[in-house]
C-alpha cells in the first residue's frame, strides 16, 4: 500500500507541473503592450451612411478608415481621459468599421454613438446601434 500512496504523490506533482506549465506557456502567448491597433465596429441592424462617435481614451495616435469609410475625427479634451469626436461616412451602406492607433495596446478604449443617418442622409435615432471595441 505503501507504494500506492507514493505513486498518487508522484501524479499530483505532475499534475501540478503540468498545470504551471500550462500557465506559463499561456502567458508567453499575450503579446507585450506596445504601439497597435484596435478594430471599431458599429452594429446596426439597417445600412447606415453616417455616424457620429465619441471615441475616449488614453494614447491614440489616429483613427482611420477601413473599407470605403471616410473618417473626419478631432480631439475635442484632453482633461483626464482625452476624447475625440468622429463622424463616418460610408455612403454604400457597407458595415462602419474603425482602425483606431494606439500608443499602447494596453489602452483601455470607450466609444458611443451619438447620431447615426441613413444610406439617404435621413437622420435616423441612435438607439439600439451598438459599438464593439476589438484588439
Do not use: Y
Not at 478631432?74 to 455612403?91: C, D, K, L, Q, S
Not at 466609444?111 to 435621413?122: E, F, H, K, P, Y
Amino acid at each position: 500500500m505503501t507504494g500506492g500512496v507514493s505513486g498518487r504523490r508522484v501524479w499530483r506533482r505532475w499534475v501540478g507541473v503540468a498545470g504551471l506549465l500550462a500557465l506559463v506557456v499561456q502567458g508567453c502567448g499575450d503579446t507585450p503592450p506596445g504601439p497597435g491597433t484596435f478594430t471599431l465596429a458599429v452594429d446596426a441592424s439597417t445600412p447606415l451612411g453616417a455616424v457620429q462617435l465619441e471615441v475616449q481614451g488614453v494614447g491614440i495616435t489616429a483613427l482611420r478608415g477601413l473599407s470605403s469609410d471616410r473618417v473626419a475625427a478631432i480631439a475635442v479634451g484632453a482633461a483626464t481621459v482625452p476624447t475625440w469626436r468622429v463622424v463616418v461616412f460610408e455612403p454604400g451602406g457597407q458595415p462602419i468599421r474603425l482602425a483606431i492607433d494606439v500608443e499602447s495596446t494596453d489602452a483601455v478604449l470607450e466609444a458611443r454613438v451619438l447620431d447615426v443617418a441613413g444610406t439617404d442622409g435621413a437622420v435616423l435615432s441612435p438607439a439600439g446601434i451598438g459599438v464593439r471595441i476589438e484588439r
